[in-house]
């Protein structure tokens, strides 16, 4: 099969959408390609089709069969090689295995595109280092994709956050066979660690892990204490082996209890308020959230700060820092990372 020439229906209707987009918003759409359609990649590209600002040019995958089978579905070009379509987008999602973001990644900022990463950033620190030197220089927006910064839920906690002194988080899954190439830290808990890092704001003085392989030979579930130089701690828990999902985070701080479902997206506030005469009682806010699509959110923002030249809601140094923690719990599980190369 070859890399393009089998798609004509579909781009017909690609231009149909481009030729209707600039009669009605006189806005020259974005380009946008996605390397790597596997599970989550595909998800990309539909997002990517669905906004009425950007045009889906292509999807990679050294799988072309699969790469075939999204580019019909959403009318652009598929390639078995990334390297075919550098140049031509302006933006890229990268979503391949972990080991292949930096070198992917190099790639697409050195041909001028704005680069969507999917967490984990990068294997390492110093590659993660220097994409977002990369970026800097080439003026490139460096988005990583943790998705949860999305979730509504957690918008709203961040807006009655003041300064918190104790936080426990707990992100239970099913098991799954995608994802463990890594541990449950690196797979799971790097959501909750990234949300955490945001809200306290403060750098990392002890972390305190303890984790057990149960179904792979990574570690499947784990535990961390996380103290901060501000005096804040955090309890960090997640695992790939359990019977339901849970997506919780809870939030002590001076006067209130804030609670979070990032599942089942829910805000709860219990705040402590004083009388007329002074004497204390407990007043309590609850907000539900509809179902929404974080992935869309996510694509959305990125798409935005590239447009507006804006610094992205998750930015590489973000997903460092993110990183960083993670590594620090994973080697402190025993966990050997980054692991060897494939074929090494």
């Not at 704005?114 to 927006?141: F, M, N, Q, W, Y």
């Not at 939030?251 to 804030?258: E, K, P, S």
């Not at 407990?282 to 935005?304: C, G, I, N, W, Y």
């Not at 998750?314 to 599980?333: F, H, P, Q």
Request: net charge negative; proline share 4%.
């Amino acid at each position: 099969m070859k890399d393009e020439g089998f798609l004509h229906g579909a781009r017909t209707h690609a231009k149909v959408r481009r030729a209707l987009f600039f009669n009605g918003w006189a806005v020259k759409p974005l380009r946008a390609a996605v390397i790597g359609v596997g599970y989550l990649g595909k998800y990309h590209a539909q997002k990517y089709a669905a906004l009425q600002d950007v045009e889906l040019v292509a999807v990679a995958d050294e799988n072309l069969a699969r790469a075939a089978e999204v580019a019909r579905e959403y009318g652009c070009r598929a390639v078995a090689d990334f390297h075919a379509i550098l140049g031509e987008a302006d933006l890229v999602s990268i979503v391949v295995p972990t080991e292949r973001h930096h070198v992917v990644a190099q790639a697409c900022l050195e041909a001028g595109a704005h680069i969507l990463v999917e967490k984990p950033v990068t294997r390492t620190l110093e590659e993660a280092d220097d994409l977002i030197r990369l970026a800097a220089a080439r003026g490139r927006v460096f988005q990583v994709g943790h998705v949860e910064r999305f979730n509504p839920a957690v918008l709203a906690l961040q807006e009655v956050l003041r300064e918190p002194l104790f936080i426990e988080s707990y992100r239970l899954a099913s098991f799954k066979p995608r994802g463990t190439d890594v541990d449950v830290v690196l797979d799971l808990m790097i959501h909750d660690i990234d949300i955490i890092l945001n809200l306290v704001q403060s750098e990392i003085a002890d972390v305190r892990p303890i984790g057990f392989p149960v179904l792979t030979d990574e570690v499947d579930i784990g535990h961390a204490r996380l103290e901060f130089a501000n005096g804040c701690v955090a309890n960090v828990t997640a695992s790939r082996v359990s019977d339901k999902a849970l997506r919780k985070v809870r939030v002590f701080q001076h006067d209130a209890y804030l609670s979070i479902d990032l599942h089942n997206p829910k805000f709860v506030c219990w705040r402590r308020l004083r009388d007329g005469e002074g004497a204390a009682r407990l007043a309590s806010e609850e907000k539900e959230f509809p179902q929404t699509d974080l992935l869309l959110e996510e694509v959305r923002a990125f798409v935005s700060a590239v447009r507006g030249g804006t610094p992205p809601v998750v930015s590489g140094t973000d997903g460092k820092r993110a990183l960083e923690v993670a590594l620090r719990i994973s080697a402190g599980m025993g966990q050997a990372w980054p692991p060897p190369e494939r074929g090494a």
